[in-house]
């Protein structure tokens, strides 16, 4: 089973910051945070991970509260093509089987 | 494009046919993961390989499912004697084992399988 909650769905704006919460508050020391989107009908796509440090890429902004029982995905400007489902997966690394094990997600709607 | 690619992307079958689906990973990846996805909920993982060596295949669903990597390329997902709850997106995704760190995976497109 997926050991993170997401609310299962959010409307944003275009052009503003779409903020997608995370909790994982039985995170074990040694596993990441990832993230990951769906657009309909296409494969999963990679976005960020983070294991304690906050993380930024090209794509979004990731913050990791201190305890670590939660994060959020900052998307600083939204568009309609980030219209996808947002997964937040929780992963431990071992050299010998690294499945991510998904939940249902949370649907972002972009609104022009 | 040199990402992750599944063929066919669709397929139609009538139940209690046999279907093969195959994956071609990023190239020089050396490890291939098999998800299935059903309606409204998140891919589910299946199986994987580390070049030609099966890691891990007891999540496949049942005997009826079958993967295999022959040369620790591409890779085929069979499913024998079809039924109607097979119905889903098989997803494949390919990474880079690193020798420290994380590893990301990266998705195909998936293939739709529909069973009449």
């Known amino acids: 089973d997926a050991k993170t909650t997401q609310p299962p769905s959010m409307d944003c704006a275009e052009g503003r910051a779409a903020n997608l919460p995370c909790n994982h508050s039985t995170i074990s020391g040694n596993e990441y945070v990832y993230w990951y989107r769906q657009i309909h009908s296409q494969g999963p796509q990679y976005i960020i991970h983070g294991l304690k440090n906050n993380e930024t890429n090209e794509m979004a902004s990731l913050i990791i509260t201190e305890d670590r029982k939660s994060s959020t995905l900052i998307l600083p400007h939204a568009t309609l093509r980030d219209t996808a489902v947002y997964y937040c997966?929780?992963?431990?690394?071992?050299?010998?089987?690294?499945?991510?094990?998904f939940g249902k997600g949370t649907r972002l709607s972009v609104i022009a | 494009d040199t990402g992750v690619s599944q063929d066919p992307r669709h397929k139609i079958t009538k139940r209690g046919q046999n279907v093969t689906f195959r994956c071609d990973p990023i190239?020089?990846?050396?490890?291939l993961y098999w998800y299935r996805q059903t309606l409204g909920q998140g891919p589910e993982f299946l199986t994987y390989f580390q070049n030609e060596a099966q890691l891990e295949k007891s999540r496949l669903l049942s005997d009826r499912f079958s993967a295999e990597r022959p040369k620790g390329s591409f890779s085929t997902l069979e499913i024998q004697r079809t039924e109607q709850g097979d119905s889903a997106m098989y997803l494949c995704?390919?990474?880079?084992?690193?020798?420290?760190?994380?590893?990301?995976?990266?998705f195909g497109p998936g293939t739709r399988l529909l069973v009449l």
């Open positions: 995704a390919s990474s880079l084992r690193p020798g420290l760190g994380q590893e990301t995976q990266y």
């Open positions: 997966i929780v992963r431990v690394y071992i050299s010998g089987n690294t499945p991510l094990v």
């Open positions: 190239s020089e990846h050396n490890r």
